[in-house]
């Protein structure tokens, strides 16, 4: 099995709700990633969990807030985001988080935020 | 000046062509150089990935590095209309983190 799943496909959130994205992959990868993307815009580096532990957050605002329950889930906490928050949010997962790991993406959730 | 810089196009090649994608980086020391394929509303797709200077072939896709020019290249042999998408070069640069830094991605159009 080398997929990567999310869910939910889509969500539509208004500014003062609380909501989770899940990511799993069985592939016995111990790096896990989440990016977001905007439109016309490469991926962006949100969060790096290796090993089940947070090894990278690039300055991403609370109101975003990832979990790594173990090494095969990845989740994303969403709480009072705004509407500019709306994007693609990717997760991703490789080997191990050194440099020459492939990282391979799941399908995305496209989060709108009202 | 960005750290991974691509043209963003949009390449148009007619069908069967052979479509030349380019890429160059700043990060001297970079060592991982990947290529990702991304259509529409869909999520990146890992194609290619090279380490060393030369070239990688795998089916119509063939990826060449060259660190001393710092530079990274796709081809796409024998083009077809399935391959128009935007195609985002990839770096992860010293810090060995596994930090993926994307260019702005080239779209590709290749025409029946």
């Known amino acids: 099995d080398t997929e990567v799943t999310q869910t939910p496909k889509h969500l539509v959130m208004g500014m003062t709700n609380k909501k989770s994205l899940k990511c799993e992959q069985h592939?016995?990868?111990?790096?896990m990633y989440w990016y977001k993307q905007k439109a016309k815009k490469p991926p962006e580096l949100m969060f790096v969990?290796?090993?089940?532990?947070?090894?990278i957050n690039e300055s991403v605002p609370s109101r975003f807030s990832p979990e790594c329950p173990n090494s095969s889930l990845l989740n994303l906490h969403l709480h009072a985001l705004q509407p500019e928050d709306s994007a693609l949010y990717l997760c991703?997962?490789?080997?191990?988080?050194?440099?020459?790991?492939?990282?391979?993406f799941g399908p995305g959730t496209r989060l709108t935020v009202l | 000046q960005k750290e991974v810089e691509q043209n963003s196009g949009p390449l148009s090649v007619p069908e069967g062509a052979i479509a030349s994608l380019n890429c160059t980086y700043s990060d001297r020391v970079s060592q991982s150089f990947f290529w990702y394929r991304q259509y529409s509303g869909k999520s990146p797709e890992l194609i290619m990935s090279i380490y060393s200077n030369g070239d990688k072939e795998d089916g119509r896709f063939t990826a060449q590095l060259n660190k001393a020019s710092q530079y990274v290249s796709l081809l796409i042999r024998d083009s077809q209309p399935s391959d128009s998408a935007t195609y985002l070069c990839a770096v992860i640069g010293s810090s060995n983190t596994g930090k993926l830094i994307f260019g702005q991605g080239t779209t590709l159009q290749v025409k029946p």
């Open positions: 592939m016995g990868h111990r790096a």
């Open positions: 991703a997962s490789s080997q191990g988080s050194a440099t020459y790991n492939e990282q391979f």
């Open positions: 969990y290796s090993y089940e532990k947070l090894s």
